[in-house]
C-alpha cells in the first residue's frame, strides 16, 4: 500500500515565489486582525479596501521610478506605516465616534468612563470618610485581647484600632476599589485603556489633594490621595490593561464560533 504521504506534494516555502499580491495581502490581515470581535464588519472592509488601494497607487508610483514590483510593494508597505499603529488609531476613532453624550464627546468616551467608573469610587471613600469622622460609630468586632495585652502586639507609638465596621471599610474599600473600576474600564475601552485610567484619575487625584489640604490638621485626606497615586493609579492602569486583553480575546473567541460570524459583526 503506498504511503498517504507520498501522495501528498511538499512544497518547501522557498520553493514558491514570492508575489507582489501576496506582500500587500499579508500586510492587510496584519492591519485587520486587532479589529476583528470589536469593529463591526462592514467597517472592517472598508479600511481593508481603503488601504489596499492606497498600497497600490504607491506601489505604481515606485514600478514607475524603475524599483522592482516585490521591492515597491515592501516599499509602498513601509511609506503607509506599521499595521498595528494604524489599526490602533483606526480602532480609537471608531471607538471615540460611538459615543453620544455631549461630555463625552468633549472629552472622549474612554476618559469619560474611566473618570466615572474612578468618581463613583471616589465618590463612596469620601461619604465613608465623611461617616467616620463626623458620626458616631458602633463596634460591630471587639478583640477578645485587653489594651494591655494589645499593646504588646502593636508598641505604643502605634494607635490602637478600633476594630467597628467602618475600620474595616476604610481599610478594605481603597485596596479593591481600583482591581473594581480598572476591570470595568478595560472591559469596556477596546484600545488604550492604561491611558485612558489615567486621565480618568488624573482629576480626582487633585481633587483629593485640594480637599485634604482644607481637612488640615486631620491628616486623613492627604494620606488618602498619596494612597491614590501611589497605589490607585498603578493598578488601575495594570488591571484595565489585563482585563481589556482577556476582553479582546474572548470577543475574538466569539467571532471563532463554527458559523463564522460574531454579534459584533
Not at 504521504?5 to 516555502?13: R, T
Amino acid at each position: 500500500m503506498p504511503k498517504v504521504a507520498a501522495s501528498i506534494p511538499s512544497h518547501h516555502p522557498e520553493a514558491l515565489p514570492l508575489a507582489p499580491q501576496d506582500v500587500i495581502e499579508d500586510y492587510l490581515e496584519r492591519l485587520i486582525a486587532p479589529l476583528v470581535g470589536t469593529v463591526p464588519f462592514t467597517e472592517r472592509l472598508r479600511l481593508k479596501s481603503e488601504t489596499a488601494y492606497h498600497l497600490q497607487l504607491q506601489q505604481e508610483d515606485f514600478e514607475r521610478l524603475g524599483i522592482p514590483a516585490l521591492e515597491a510593494a515592501r516599499k509602498a508597505i513601509e511609506e503607509y506605516g506599521p499595521a498595528s499603529k494604524i489599526a490602533e488609531a483606526f480602532l480609537m476613532h471608531w471607538f471615540e465616534r460611538q459615543a453620544k453624550h455631549p461630555i463625552a464627546q468633549r472629552f472622549g468616551l474612554a476618559n469619560t468612563l474611566a473618570f466615572s467608573c474612578f468618581f463613583v469610587a471616589q465618590l463612596t471613600m469620601v461619604l465613608i470618610l465623611t461617616l467616620r469622622t463626623f458620626l458616631p460609630t458602633t463596634a460591630l468586632v471587639r478583640s477578645s485581647l485587653t489594651p494591655a495585652q494589645m499593646r504588646s502586639v502593636w508598641p505604643e507609638p502605634l494607635p490602637f484600632p478600633d476594630f467597628t465596621w467602618s475600620f474595616f471599610l476604610v481599610v478594605l474599600l481603597p485596596l479593591l476599589m481600583p482591581f473594581a473600576a480598572g476591570w470595568i474600564v478595560g472591559r469596556y475601552v477596546p484600545v488604550r485603556p492604561m491611558g485612558a485610567v489615567y486621565q480618568g484619575l488624573l482629576p480626582i487625584t487633585i481633587y483629593s489633594l485640594v480637599i485634604g489640604a482644607l481637612l488640615q490638621p486631620m491628616t486623613e485626606g492627604l494620606v488618602y490621595a498619596l494612597f491614590q497615586i501611589a497605589f490607585w493609579l498603578p493598578v488601575g492602569c495594570l488591571t484595565a490593561h489585563v482585563s481589556s486583553n482577556l476582553a479582546r480575546m474572548k470577543r475574538m473567541r466569539a467571532y471563532d464560533r463554527p458559523n463564522g460570524r460574531s454579534v459584533h459583526s
